[in-house]
């Protein structure tokens, strides 16, 4: 039977404030090990340090750098290696990319796409190449008389353009903890602090046992203990349906059912955009304020707004209330949408590829800020392996500018679609069928260009 991950959370009760104080201090110094080694290791030269987390261990150790960290060794060992993992997958991800564009890209021979697979799959190559020095070409290639120069060029291109920034972490709340790191008693957990052989004691509102290695996040003041955990899949036999789903303009789905789910959406995310304005500008004067005084040389007074920062204690409660709400509704509506559309296929649009700029008012944008996207998409992934749903991405390309019926482009306004020859229809559900037929496109791929499908759906119609 198939399992998923599933992340399950233990809670804890309030902490008093010395332990409080203890664990964020542990987290701002693991965050800061994290940073350090995101800013040192995630360039270029590190390609060849991938995977080999124990010399540069080893190396801490031997010069006593580590000393610096102020941290138990489990701790800053254990930060290490999860930033070096990081920048690993980052770099998976950036070769991933690569792949996908090459595999596209029509001006390259299959011996060139060879070609620059074979260097993507060598790190020494890899590095060699960024670093424009000069390789042997490898001896699956001689006589083969490939550009190489040309490749080589690309190669480092393509990586340029999806190497993005330097990870960093900003979220000092959050630290990991290995089986070295904690024991259960007693409807405790005992998480090792700073001071030596000494643990602190963490009354949980649960007696479950874990045996792996744990997420500390801070939240407030208590602790979240997160915990990946197997769990089995369900098996619907009764789930037969292939359906297309939109993001909806004033219900969170569409569905190419013709049924809704999530009402009131915009509600709900414009709760989100006057929080995250309102906690800009409070930030702002507060750096402001903060500024000045650093700046009048009233060392105490800025010293002592960093550390009573009010304004800040009351936008963590709030963020925090509000983040649960939108979650929470978020989880209930893609559960209501699973279990009256019993699908055993969901289409939905490759996010990576969409930016959502010409499909949504400037206003909606802004108010499905990013984590919201981001959140959406996680669970409905999730809750699909878990119900044992396929999930297939389509090019999104003018699914909401064509007619589903005709082919004819239209106009939107608001959540109105108009075509001149079938009138008025819903705009997300005329979206959502789109997104569905694409699945069956047999012209239009993932990765057909924007430019393109619209030349190709001009022809249909003509
Ligand atoms: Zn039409």
């Known amino acids: 039977m198939d399992t998923v991950i599933k992340n399950t959370k233990q809670y804890s009760y309030e902490l008093d404030k010395e332990t409080l104080n203890e664990l964020l201090i542990i987290g701002k110094k693991y965050t800061k090990v994290k940073n350090y080694v995101y800013s040192r290791f995630s360039g270029i030269n590190s ?71 074979y260097i993507l799959k060598s790190n020494k190559l890899y590095h060699k190449i960024l670093r424009n020095k000069k390789i042997d070409i490898p001896k699956v290639f001689e006589g083969k008389r490939l550009k190489y120069k040309y490749l080589n060029n690309l190669i480092k291109r ?30 405790y957990i005992n998480i090792t602090g700073l001071r030596k052989g000494k ?33 089995k899949c369900k098996n619907h036999k009764d789930y037969e349906n292939i359906i297309g789903i939109d993001k909806g303009y004033k219900y969170l789905f569409a569905v190419s059912s013709d049924k809704f789910y999530g009402e009131k959406s915009n509600d709900y995310l414009s709760k989100e955009t006057e929080r995250l304005n309102q906690v800009n500008s409070q930030r702002n004067r507060f750096y402001a304020l903060y500024n000045n005084h650093l700046e009048n040389g009233n060392i105490q007074k800025a010293t002592n707004i960093l550390e009573n920062n009010l304004g800040k204690i009351k936008y963590n409660h709030n963020k925090l209330k509000n983040d649960q709400r939108v979650k929470s509704y978020i989880n209930q509506y893609l559960n209501q949408l699973i279990e009256t559309e019993k699908p055993k296929e969901i289409v939905m649009e490759n996010l990576d590829f969409v930016n959502w700029n010409n499909k949504y008012p400037k206003s909606v944008k802004r ?15 999730y809750k699909c392996d878990y119900n044992n749903i396929k999930y297939t991405y389509i090019n999104p390309a003018y699914t909401s500018k064509v007619c589903n019926i005709c082919g004819q482009f239209g106009q939107r306004n608001g959540d109105v679609f108009k075509c ?9 559900i005329n979206a959502s069928k789109n997104i569905l037929n694409r699945k069956y496109d047999k012209v239009i791929s993932l990765y057909t260009k924007y430019s393109k499908v619209k030349e190709i759906l001009e022809k249909r119609i003509s």
């Open 158 to 187: 393509y990586t340029r353009k999806y190497k993005g920034r330097m990870p960093y972490s900003n979220k000092s709340t959050i630290f990991s903890i290995d089986t070295g790191l904690y024991s259960y008693k007693d409807g």
């Open 47 to 117: 390609i060849l340090l991938l995977g080999k987390d124990r010399k540069i261990r080893d190396e801490w150790v031997k010069t006593r750098f580590y000393e610096q960290w102020n941290l138990p060794a489990r701790y800053w060992k254990l930060a290490l290696s999860e930033a070096m993992v990081n920048i690993k997958s980052g770099w998976s991800n950036i070769k991933l990319r690569i792949k996908e564009q090459v595999k596209v890209n029509p001006n390259l021979s299959s011996d060139d796409k060879h070609y620059i697979n």
């Open 420 to 428: 001149s020859n079938c009138g008025n229809l819903h705009a997300d």
């Open 367 to 381: 108010k499905l800020s990013r984590w919201i996207k981001g959140y959406i998409r996680e669970r409905l992934e």
């Open 199 to 231: 643990r602190l004691p963490i009354k949980l509102t649960d007696n479950n046992i874990r045996n792996k290695t744990l997420k500390v996040k801070i939240v407030g003041n208590k602790l979240e203990i997160h915990c990946p955990l197997k769990v």
